[in-house]
């Protein structure tokens, strides 16, 4: 008899919705369509009740919740673990340099802002002309650092040998690193990221990083402590 009652109220239903959609108009229909979904939902919950199978309602609904929830968290995961999107590039920039790492390939190299090379890339200028560009910078912690970091990994060991006038920078240069603090513009650029970026996105930058540029893995001193000076600045440490 439950049975019946509910199957007759779902009949007149559909028999009404019929008739109306013969006659509306287009946005009348969607309209309608929302309406109807709403007293389906409303009837089938009134049928389970009635018959007191609420229960496999309640029991299927936090099944998918369960799921779902499965599913965001091991998203986040995997996206930390991917670390940052495609196509992030961390920055810094000196006096004479506007050094780019690309965090895809992890290919280092820069435009030259001021001296003699102004408006060249690092990776046109041949090794006598860096040389150059060392000598020039010589008065600037930051740019002697950062270019000491690129011929490392461009040009090995080759460039600290003597040139052809018999000087040589074997043992690198040798300024201090400047006292100037980093803001968190600048630390933003250095990790890649957009202002605003979660801590998660910070670890995963900083992590990501480290793996391409920490001195044990043929990296730089000099570029490890800025991405780690990075971190402690935007996480507060």
């Known amino acids: 008899m439950q049975w019946f009652a509910f199957g007759i109220a779902i009949a007149i239903s559909v028999a009404l919705a019929v008739r109306w959609f013969a006659t509306a108009e287009p946005e009348q229909i969607v309209r309608g369509l929302r309406r109807v979904a709403i007293v389906l939902a409303l009837l089938i919950l ?3 009740v009635i018959t007191g199978r609420l229960h496999w309602l ?5 099944a998918l919740l369960s799921f779902a929830f499965d599913r965001l968290a091991r998203s986040g995961r995997e996206s930390v673990s991917r670390g940052p999107a495609s196509g992030r590039r961390s920055q810094v920039r000196t006096r004479f340099l506007d050094m780019s790492l690309d965090h895809d390939t992890g290919a280092l190299d820069g ?6 090379f102004r408006g060249r890339r ?14 020039e910078a010589s008065g600037d912690a930051d740019t002697l650092n950062v270019l000491a970091a690129y011929l490392d990994r461009v040009h090995g060991d ?5 040139d052809g006038n018999g000087q040589g920078f074997e043992e690198g240069p040798r300024a201090q690193t400047s006292d100037g603090a980093m803001t968190k513009e600048e630390a933003f650029r250095i990790l890649g990221l957009s202002p605003g970026a979660s801590d998660t996105e910070i670890r995963a930058a900083h992590r990501r990083l480290m793996k391409q540029l ?4 043929g990296g730089s001193d000099y570029l490890a402590a ?4 990075a971190k402690e600045i935007l996480l507060g440490q």
């Not at 309640?58 to 936090?62: E, Q």
């Open 46 to 48: 009134l049928g389970l």
């Open 58 to 62: 309640l029991a299927l609904t936090a």
């Open 111 to 116: 435009s030259v802002i001021d001296g003699a």
């Open 122 to 135: 690092l990776s046109e200028l041949s090794l006598d002309e860096l040389r150059q560009l060392l000598n």
């Open 158 to 162: 080759a460039w600290r040998q003597a």
């Open 214 to 217: 920490h001195p044990d893995h």
């Open 226 to 229: 800025k991405i780690n000076e």
